[in-house]
């Protein structure tokens, strides 16, 4: 059998008093010992090794491997596989090597806290995490709990909130949860001005939106208005089909090929916080960036270039959708080319030369095609009258190996 010769330890901010005995016994029989220097400063003085977390954190991990066969111990806050430092390890030492033993999580204290159901709630970090990740998470009489990168993230949280038409909403910062020095402050985004706060902290939100304001839904078709753009945008009706035929699931990667302002690829990321997206566009990057931005996924990847030579050397999709140039030479092959077994390709075209292009390409791949036609009403004069958007010819196709 393997050897189990890492073991993590999630530990409160009761030090090892709060540590069940198995965990204990980890501590007390490990050669080496990493963590951060509030989690080392916890243990009592001794002659064992002690490595401090490095910045870049890979350092501290090479560290680690070095010392493979070792008994060595990483003490991390709460729950590690909890937006931990165990997530991480994971990525470079097969759990057959790990014993993993968590704390309580600070969410779930935080919710112990408050009378919050963990299951009702989003939860989500904002630690070396853009704040405009939270845009993504705000509706309603939403409930948040929110991982504090230090003590000015609060005052972070309460202006984008304020910002977005949730001023009303009360705020609570749970500082040291789980320790002697535990303690609570409250108040309203919109009026928030406190400052003196603990760097260790979590926030609680109760979304309550401004009168007139209407939220974001969670669902794919955005109002156009939701985007900066110049024009080049995938209609709201368009977008809806689109994404439907696109089928996004969680984890899932796609490439937006003529991304445009980055509808599609955003939309794509907003229906899960795991589903990951490259946007791969010339001439618009800055409405992709501003646009992620503010609809809450910032981590979505840009890249400025054009197809097909700005897709070499990226990852492998489990999706496509090429918006734009389609019939330009190469793009379909090299996108073919690029896409997993059992992955999607969706393209979009208002061209005849592109329509035949992809019936060229239905004959030797199949696939199926859908016609989109969308009129909207408008004003004629003080009437209203039905107004045409240019038909859109869409392909849908599996690729089967």
């Known amino acids: 059998m393997t050897q189990k010769w890492l073991s993590v330890v999630?530990?409160?901010e009761d030090?090892?008093?709060?540590?069940s005995t198995i965990a204990r016994a980890l501590v007390d029989r490990a050669e080496v010992l990493v963590g951060g220097d509030r989690h080392l400063a916890m243990l009592p003085e001794d002659d064992r090794e002690r490595l401090v977390w490095t910045?870049?954190?890979r350092e501290s991990i090479e560290a680690i491997l070095q010392r493979r066969g070792q008994a060595v111990c990483v003490l991390a806050s709460g729950d590690p596989l909890c937006y931990g430092v165990g997530v991480t390890l994971l990525r470079h030492i097969p759990i057959a090597e790990m014993t993993i033993l968590p704390a309580p999580s600070t969410f779930s204290l935080a919710c112990a806290r408050l009378g919050w159901s963990l299951t009702e709630v989003e939860t989500l970090s904002l630690c070396n995490r853009p704040p405009a990740l939270l845009h993504a998470y705000l509706y309603p009489n939403a409930k948040l709990l929110i991982l504090s990168e230090g003590k000015q993230t609060p005052a972070i949280v309460a202006a984008l909130l304020t910002r977005r038409g949730f001023g009303n909403s009360?705020?609570?910062v749970l500082e040291r949860l789980g320790g002697s020095n535990e303690q609570h402050i409250t108040g309203i985004a919109s009026t928030w001005q406190e400052t003196a706060l603990a760097d260790l902290n979590a926030i609680a939100v109760e979304c309550l939106a401004d009168p007139g304001i209407t939220p974001l839904p969670r669902t794919s078709g955005l109002s156009d208005d939701a985007y900066l753009h110049d024009g080049q945008l995938t209609k709201r009706e368009v977008r809806a089909i689109t994404l439907s035929?696109?089928?996004?699931?969680?984890?899932?990667l796609l490439w937006d090929v003529g991304a445009g302002c980055g509808s599609i690829a955003i939309e794509w990321m907003r229906s899960h916080p795991r589903c990951r997206a490259i946007a791969i566009e010339k001439a618009r990057t800055q409405y992709i960036a501003d646009n992620a931005a503010a609809l809450g996924v910032p981590g979505l990847h840009i890249v400025d270039g054009k197809a097909p030579e700005a897709l070499k050397a990226?990852?492998?999709?489990d999706a496509i959708f090429i918006g734009g140039g389609v019939t330009t030479e190469g793009v379909l092959e090299a996108c073919w080319a690029a896409l997993k077994p059992g992955g999607r390709l969706v393209a979009n075209v208002v061209t005849i030369e592109g329509e035949r292009l992809l019936f060229q390409w239905h004959d030797k791949v199949g696939g199926t095609f859908t016609r989109i036609a969308i009129q909207r009403a408008e004003p004629v004069g003080r009437f209203l009258g039905w107004r045409s958007l240019a038909p859109i010819t869409q392909w849908t196709v599996i690729k089967l190996q």
Request: charged letters at 0%; aromatic letters at 0%; proline letters at 23%.
């Open 55 to 57: 910045s870049p954190l």
């Open 10 to 12: 999630g530990i409160g």
């Open 15 to 19: 030090g090892l008093a709060g540590l």
């Open 170 to 172: 009360p705020m609570t």
């Open 314 to 317: 990226l990852p492998s999709p």
């Open 245 to 252: 035929a696109l089928a996004p699931t969680p984890g899932a």
